[in-house]
């Protein structure tokens, strides 16, 4: 979305809308639609809310790429979905238990058919059928080419007919589709407050890489500094040595070595006499 140029008229000139207008125009407009949606997707209330604000979130964060884009309510619808379908919801605690179904028997009805189409086809009904794309733009949005995207409609179609033959005409079907996700009491947060919390999550992420890049750099530089600077050959293994002679203990003295012990202890501890010079 461009910021259009100020207009001059009788009141005076326009001024352009900041980011932050242009993004809480944008989130007025398609957020209550896009959960309502989304609700249609997945059949669960808080998932549906929580995708679409994941996928306002990630607008924020890259709001001048979103802003230049030809269609950013198209750009936030197919976040939004992408995110409402992602096959990780499974693994989360709250999302394994399914939530309370419709009041209505026939919303009952058409919701439980709709869950039953795999994700493709529910998704390439629910866009062409349900927000009203033509058959290029359905196709560019699932990622499929238009005959394949024909094809998944085809055969959505007459699912849901098998299931619930009064849907059979398209028409029917359109109407329903807008009415089940208009009973449901399905809201979105405010504008300021998916603001507030995409920015704080860029700069934690910010935060957080800085910090990674800190630790590499410091154990880069305690690795440089500790590292050998010389080649060291490394200590060959261990032989075993022949040919030396076995340790021995001291065995009993002979008569000649009990002799000289004898002498020896016999002396004076100081050792013999001194000589001492004469004087002439």
Not at 59 to 67: D, E, K, L, Y
Not at 83 to 109: G, I, M, N, Q, T
Not at 216 to 239: D, F, K, S, V, W
């Amino acid at each position: 979305m461009t910021q259009s140029p100020a207009r001059t008229d009788e009141a005076g000139p326009s001024p352009a809308l900041t980011p932050a207008q242009a993004f809480d125009a944008l989130y007025a407009f398609c957020a209550p639609a896009l959960v309502r949606q989304t609700y249609l997707l997945t059949g669960r209330r808080e998932l549906a809310q929580d995708s679409v604000e994941r996928a306002f979130q990630l607008a924020w964060q890259n709001w001048p790429q979103v802003a230049r884009d030809r269609d950013p309510a198209g750009w936030v619808r197919a976040v939004a979905h992408e995110c409402a379908l992602s096959p990780w919801h499974r693994f989360r605690l709250r999302y394994r238990h399914p939530e309370p179904p419709p009041a209505d028997a026939a919303d009952r009805a058409l919701l439980e058919a709709l869950l039953k189409l795999p994700t493709t086809y529910r998704r390439t009904l629910l866009l062409y059928d349900g927000v009203g794309l033509d058959l290029p733009e359905t196709a560019a949005e699932t990622e499929a080419s238009t005959p394949a995207a024909a094809n998944r409609l085809t055969r959505a179609r007459r699912l849901v007919a098998g299931r619930v033959p009064e849907l059979a005409d398209p028409a029917a079907l359109h109407r329903r589709l807008a009415e089940l996700a208009s009973t449901e009491r399905l809201r979105a947060s405010q504008p300021p407050a998916v603001r507030t919390y995409a920015e704080r999550q860029t700069r934690f992420w910010t935060r957080s890489a800085l910090a990674f890049t800190a630790t590499i750099i410091a154990a880069t530089t305690l690795t440089l500094r500790t590292a050998p600077t010389h080649y060291e050959a490394p200590i060959g293994p261990a032989q075993a040595i022949s040919g030396v002679p076995a340790e021995v203990g001291l065995g009993p003295l002979s008569a000649g070595e009990r002799a000289l012990q004898a002498k020896l202890r016999s002396s004076a501890e100081s050792g013999p006499e001194r000589m001492v010079p004469v004087a002439r």
